[in-house]
């Protein structure tokens, strides 16, 4: 296994990339949140996850201010899919993967459910996406989680500001999006009132159902059923 940290330039700005790479035909994209990054435990046990299942890993390591964050949620999305398109593009130049697997959280939703398809258009590919904690109180991320045809878990809790039960049930009848919906569970997947143990069961129990996820769409890819 081969770990690359490595530097590119988008528009005289320097963003950093970790690639991980075990030989594998398959990678996985991953986008932090905000506050959330890559060292904390559902990115870290996820990488671990992707490994396991021998996948290669990608951690996009952008960064920005408040004053970015403030921005409308069409302009953040523009210039967060134009950070990760030009890593995507780089990393591609180079690898000549057979499989993509996207995978963020909060903020880092935003790139995959809003430029997964310019980017699958671009690489002419049919990825997955596993969305931690979606941000699903903006309306053009519910609506383009509700006319994706891509093969995605959703996990959130029932205590996240995001978890919106009419919102909840209509992506819900799509066949293509898996929901795992987390009693007590806040936007960082903790249980509430805070409880260590239980809250580390839930980090457990959505590694598990993110494994399953990968293996049983390994499986439909080959024509097999799980």
């Known amino acids: 296994m081969k770990v690359n940290q490595r530097t590119t330039f988008i528009n005289e700005k320097e963003v ?19 506050g959330y990054t890559y060292e904390k435990p559902l990115f870290y046990y996820s990488t671990m996850t992707m490994l396991q299942n021998q996948y290669d890993v990608v951690h996009i390591h952008y960064s920005y201010g408040q004053d970015v964050i403030k921005f409308p ?9 134009n950070d990760v398109n030009h890593i995507i593009t780089e990393v591609f130049k180079n690898h000549r993967y057979q499989e ?28 997955k996406m ?14 383009a989680l509700l006319s994706s045809n891509h093969s995605t878990l959703i996990v959130i809790g029932d205590k996240d500001p995001h978890y919106i039960s009419r919102k909840i049930q ?15 569970a806040n936007h ?4 509430e009132p805070f409880n260590t143990s239980k ?14 996820f990968l293996k049983y769409n390994s499986n439909s890819a080959n024509g097999c059923d799980s």
């Open 73 to 81: 949620l069409i302009d953040i999305t523009k210039i967060i899919v």
């Open 130 to 143: 596993i969305l931690l904690t979606p941000l699903l109180k903006f309306d053009s991320i519910f609506e």
């Open 16 to 34: 950093q990339y970790t690639h991980i790479e075990t030989g594998s035909p398959v990678v996985c994209f991953m986008f932090s949140g905000a």
């Open 188 to 191: 960082s997947l903790d249980i």
């Open 199 to 212: 809250s580390i069961t839930v980090l457990e129990n959505v590694m598990k159902r993110i494994d399953k």
């Open 170 to 184: 209509e992506i819900e009848n799509k066949t293509n999006i898996k929901i795992e919906k987390v009693p007590n």
């Open 100 to 127: 993509t697997v996207f995978l963020g959280k909060s903020l880092g939703t935003i790139p995959i459910i809003n430029g997964l398809r310019k980017i699958d258009m671009n690489m002419n590919m049919n990825s």
